[in-house]
């Protein structure tokens, strides 16, 4: 199994305030499929996600990638590990303001000794036209695009998304999600997305559906649909 | 390939988008590396001239003059002592100078051998109706090569001007207190023409040199001096010999035909520009250091506020996979290549244009041979590495501190250690009140650091602007406090008719003190009854002067210790009162004290107060007059040479001011920009919310000014008073109440214009900003 998640337990405060967010979750993922992880807020996907790109720590548990153990890596081994196999595309695009959106997708690219060819992503993203353009030029839609090529440039073993459609409209919403679902035919990326979305579940490989920290729910989708057949 | 890192391309984007900000930063490092460059640089260069030219030019060990030439016989036997003796004659004319003032020239004869000259213009005269003059008297007279100077009724045509390398500053009697560039000046003709000089009168000026090369140090010097003074002495044939006391005062017996002894080491005219310069190295690398500190401290708060608005994007970068060092060296990278270039812009400023400025102000002073660039590793180390040091420090520190936070604290803002506090409870004030409060409250931290750079620049201010009036104080005290309007220090005994003179006798000792340089302090022997000292003297024990008493912290019945100027005896004196005299050190006895501490005779006297001119004393009796013109001749020529510093260093603060002041409103600003586009949304207008904002920070920075004037004053009072002990004499510390009116007044002037600026930002703030930033 590509991603192995061992009994993941992971609370927040201390005292009579103490939450546990997770309560002990297992879960593994094949390489090259879209996970989706479904909840509602406070269900514990985003702290879940975070664990898995090795931001956050669990109390107890362990998340294997490829056999080896993120808890025994020490904090600048996380970080090689998160520059040689992870991508992040957040629901804010978080995009340098006074980089062109070219150069905001160099900013990934110079994590990676083998990164993707630049243009042909950008053509890839529909943003080659755009990509002297700073981000405050572009629409929401075509920002989170340019984060996602950040994320996808330096060709990440997993792309992490944590809510990548939250902040986008309906139609933008589900160019996002065929974009992504795109790459990871054509990249052959493992695609790790956070979302309380519940119809976005049909584009995954697998769902997970979490409340109250714990799984309820984990199956393999049989009938997995493209993004532009969703609707919600 | 390696491909270069794109954050990179940011750094010369943020340069062209603050490009006020930066070049007034890079401006003021340019200049004050610029200017410290150029002065060690030139400095070094000419002191490193300075101490060449005593090979280059063969100068002289020391100098005597007789009241006739030696015979042959005499000079083979002090040569005897391992010297080799050589006649500088020379002679003294007069002539109205361009000003209209007489002028008066020390002719010398055609120099071969020793204290040969440097040619700074034109030639060496060949003709006898041509001359060379020095430089300095030159210029100070607008004299050029090719002008013609009538002497003595004949016209002697400037072939040239000269620096000698015996008088670097024109001292007229080695034992005048200041020089006179303006109306004494050296000069040299032909052999020939000297000769007809000559026939009406002459100095029999005798220069030596020691055959076994210089001696190792002063101490030696002095001995080496000493003994052929004794042989100078003999050999002159009028026999007697100088006492110890008169060879330390300079005071010689006028019978035994020598009327003046200056070895090197007590050359005035040859040590005092070599002395001065480079002296205020260490103020000026103190002012660099402060300035780049400051600098670091803005664009270490600048920093830290890009930090806090780019807080998601570098969590996202770091959870990317960007290493802390990674967003270390780029956060690092703009103001250490700002410093990079200034330093080297400066240095390139400080070997050309600057290095020039600075020889021309000491030109203007001293009449210094020409000088040849040396490249100067100190000078490198001092403006260019050390300031980069600093800088990389002062904003590595806050970038550690920034940086140290996880990504998931950076995406999620959570850049504070402290918990959300409780809102304070604030009395009733008016609304808007309230709301400026709040505003402090809020951006505390800003506001702080606000305080602390309006403190940093109120410190160069006040320094700057102090200055110039407390010259003026010390002046008018010196002059006030004088103990009569002449006072005659005499080579020996000489009586006067004037009804006014009144006989005291003084010797110069040492101070010595711990903690403190040694200086001097002349020690007076007053008669019963003085008309000029009014505080009566007490039989036993001393009354030091109020400058003395201040300087080391003495009081009455406290004891202290004066010792010989060249000699290991020390004596113990007793306080036993203070008299008025600030800007003085000086000890006063009752003669009768006097007379049993330094063995002399009861009407022993060597030196005249007196309320008005003393004319029937032969000049050549007289060591040395002090006048309210020399009381007040160090404060001056202080004004004169440093007040142009002064404006420089009070429009650099103000410069600093200002940059400070809106450098650091600006960023309070930025941060409270979404609340500002809020209650632009509820209906507020740009002249209301300016209100609100700058008229809190119009306290803080009023608040700040005072806080400032009152620990200014403490800071200045310590460094002042540590800067003097190191040097001599006593300069009482005050800062005048009209300096503080103009520094506030000053300070609230630079505000209204940043205040002007400020408003601006505020008009431009759009109101969709409260919207688009809410996540």
């Known amino acids: 199994m590509f991603l192995e998640i061992n009994d993941l337990k992971k609370s927040f405060g201390q005292g009579d305030s103490r939450v546990q967010v997770l309560r002990g979750i297992d879960l593994s993922v094949d390489k090259g499929e879209i996970c989706v992880l479904l909840g509602p807020s406070g269900s514990g996907k985003s702290t879940l996600l975070n664990i898995i790109g090795g931001i956050d720590a669990?109390?107890?548990?362990y998340v294997s990638i490829n056999g080896e153990k993120m808890v025994d890596m020490t904090e600048k081994r996380l970080t090689r590990y998160r520059r040689e196999h992870l991508g992040y595309v957040f629901q804010m695009y978080n995009l340098i303001p006074n980089l062109n959106i070219k150069e905001n997708i160099e900013v990934g690219a110079y994590l990676s000794d083998h990164p993707l060819d630049i243009d042909d992503l950008l053509h890839t993203l529909g943003l080659y036209e755009h990509r002297h353009k700073l981000p405050n030029q572009l629409s929401g839609g075509q920002q989170q695009r340019t984060s996602i090529g950040r994320a996808l440039v330096k060709n990440p073993d997993i792309l992490l998304c944590d809510e990548p459609t939250g902040a986008l409209d309906y139609t933008t919403s589900k160019e996002i999600l065929k974009l992504i679902g795109d790459v990871n035919s054509k990249y052959g990326n493992t695609v790790i997305m956070v979302t309380h979305n519940d119809a976005i579940k049909e584009m995954a490989d697998t769902v997970v559906k979490l409340r109250d920290g714990r799984i309820r729910k984990a199956y393999r989708n049989e009938n997995k649909i493209s993004a532009e057949e969703l609707e919600w | 390939m390696v491909m270069r890192n794109p954050l990179n391309k940011r750094i010369f984007r943020e340069f062209r988008s603050e490009f006020g900000k930066y070049a007034v930063i890079f401006l003021f490092m340019v200049l004050t590396i610029g200017l410290?460059?150029?002065?060690?640089?030139?400095?070094?260069?000419?002191?490193?001239t300075c101490n060449e030219r005593y090979q280059k030019y063969h100068v002289e060990n020391g100098h005597f003059h007789l009241k006739q030439a030696m015979k042959d016989k005499a000079i083979e036997k002090i040569e005897k002592d391992d010297v080799t003796i050589y006649p500088d004659f020379y002679v003294e004319r007069t002539y109205q100078g361009k000003d209209k003032k007489e002028k008066k020239l020390r002719i010398y004869e055609s120099r071969d051998e020793i204290n040969k000259l440097c040619i700074m213009d034109g030639a060496l005269p060949k003709n006898d109706n041509e001359i060379v003059i020095d430089r300095m008297f030159a210029d100070n007279n607008k004299t050029k090569t090719g002008d013609k100077l009538t002497i003595d009724g004949k016209t002697y045509t400037v072939s040239g001007l000269v620096s000698f390398s015996d008088y670097t500053t024109m001292f007229e009697n080695n034992t005048d207190m200041m020089f006179d560039s303006v109306n004494?000046?050296?000069?040299?003709?032909?052999?020939?023409?000297?000769k007809t000089l000559s026939e009406k009168s002459l100095t029999y000026n005798y220069a030596w040199t020691y055959n076994a090369g210089d001696p190792a140090d002063d101490i030696e010097e002095k001995k080496w001096s000493d003994d052929l003074m004794d042989t100078v002495v003999d050999a002159a044939g009028e026999g007697g010999g100088a006492t110890m006391l008169g060879s330390m005062l300079g005071v010689l017996n006028m019978d035994n035909g020598i009327d003046d002894y200056v070895p090197r080491y007590a050359n005035q005219a040859m040590n005092f520009a070599g002395d001065d310069l480079g002296s205020d190295r260490g103020s000026m690398l103190a002012f660099l250091y402060i300035l780049i500190a400051v600098l670091a401290f803005i664009f270490g708060v600048t920093i830290s506020h890009t930090i806090t608005k780019e807080s998601t994007v570098i969590g996202t970068l770091r959870a990317s996979g960007y290493t802390k060092g990674e967003l270390f060296r780029h956060y690092l990278a703009m103001p250490v290549i700002v410093t990079l270039i200034a330093a080297v812009i400066g240095n390139i400023l400080g070997y050309s244009y600057m290095k020039q400025v600075i020889a021309d102000l000491y030109y203007s002073s001293y009449s210094l041979p020409k000088y040849e660039t040396l490249?100067?590793?100190?000078?490198?180390?001092?403006?260019?590495?050390?300031?980069?040091?600093?800088?990389?420090?002062?904003?590595?520190?806050?970038l550690m501190r920034k940086l140290k936070?996880?990504?998931l604290q950076f995406i999620r803002r959570d850049l504070t250690k402290s918990k959300r506090r409780k809102a304070v409870k604030l009395p009733h004030f008016s609304f808007f009140n309230r709301f400026r409060l709040r505003i402090i409250l809020q951006n505390i931290s800003g506001y702080l650091t606000l305080v602390f750079g309006i403190f940093v620049a109120t410190t160069i201010l006040l320094f700057g602007m102090m200055f110039l009036p407390l010259l003026d104080h010390v002046s008018k005290i010196s002059r006030d406090h004088m103990m009569a309007k002449y006072q005659y220090m005499l080579k020996g005994d000489a009586e006067t008719s004037n009804k006014d003179a009144e006989k005291f006798a003084a010797y110069t000792m040492n101070t010595y003190m711990d903690g403190y340089n040694q200086e001097a302090a002349t020690v007076y022997g007053i008669f019963d009854d003085s008309r000029y000292v009014k505080t009566k003297l007490p039989k036993k024990g001393a009354v030091i002067t109020s400058g003395m008493a201040e300087k080391y912290k003495l009081k009455n019945g406290d004891a202290f210790l004066l010792k010989e100027q060249y000699e290991d005896k020390l004596i113990r004196f007793q306080v036993r009162g203070i008299l008025n005299s600030p800007t003085t050190i000086g000890v006063y006895l009752s003669h009768s004290y006097y007379e049993d501490l330094f063995n002399v005779d009861k009407d022993y006297y060597c030196a005249y107060f007196s309320d008005s001119?003393?004319?029937?004393?032969?000049?050549?009796?007289?060591?040395?007059?002090?006048?309210?013109?020399?009381?007040?001749?160090?404060?001056?020529?202080?004004?004169?040479?440093?007040?142009?510093?002064?404006?420089?260093?009070?429009?650099?603060?103000?410069?600093?001011?200002?940059?400070?002041?809106?450098?650091?409103?600006?960023?309070?600003?930025?941060?409270?920009?979404?609340?500002?586009?809020?209650?632009?949304?509820?209906?507020?207008?740009?002249?209301?919310?300016?209100?609100?904002?700058?008229?809190?920070?119009?306290?803080?920075?009023?608040?700040?000014?005072?806080?400032?004037?009152?620990?200014?004053?403490?800071?200045?009072?310590?460094?002042?008073?540590?800067?003097?002990?190191?040097?001599?004499?006593?300069i009482p510390f005050g800062i005048a109440t009209n300096t503080y009116v103009e520094c506030f007044i000053l300070t609230v002037i630079s505000y209204l214009v940043v205040a002007a600026m400020q408003m601006r930002k505020i008009k431009k703030v759009p109101m969709d900003e409260a919207l688009k930033n809410v996540e």
């Open chain 2, 184 to 194: 004494f000046g050296v000069a040299m003709g032909t052999k020939e023409e000297f």
């Open chain 2, 405 to 407: 936070y996880s990504p």
């Open chain 2, 375 to 398: 490249w100067n590793q100190q000078a490198f180390v001092l403006t260019t590495v050390v300031p980069i040091l600093l800088m990389f420090l002062v904003t590595g520190i806050t």
């Open chain 2, 613 to 730: 001119r003393i004319t029937d004393i032969s000049t050549n009796k007289i060591f040395s007059t002090i006048t309210s013109r020399d009381v007040t001749k160090m404060a001056d020529q202080l004004k004169v040479s440093m007040g142009n510093m002064f404006q420089i260093v009070e429009g650099f603060a103000v410069v600093m001011f200002i940059l400070v002041v809106y450098l650091l409103t600006k960023i309070i600003l930025e941060r409270n920009s979404t609340s500002i586009s809020m209650v632009k949304i509820l209906g507020y207008e740009d002249g209301e919310i300016g209100r609100l904002y700058l008229v809190a920070t119009s306290w803080v920075v009023i608040f700040s000014v005072l806080l400032s004037f009152v620990l200014v004053t403490e800071l200045i009072r310590l460094i002042f008073v540590a800067f003097m002990k190191g040097y001599s004499g006593w």
């Open chain 2, 36 to 48: 410290e460059s150029g002065d060690m640089v030139a400095s070094d260069s000419m002191i490193a």
């Open chain 1, 58 to 61: 669990p109390d107890s548990g």
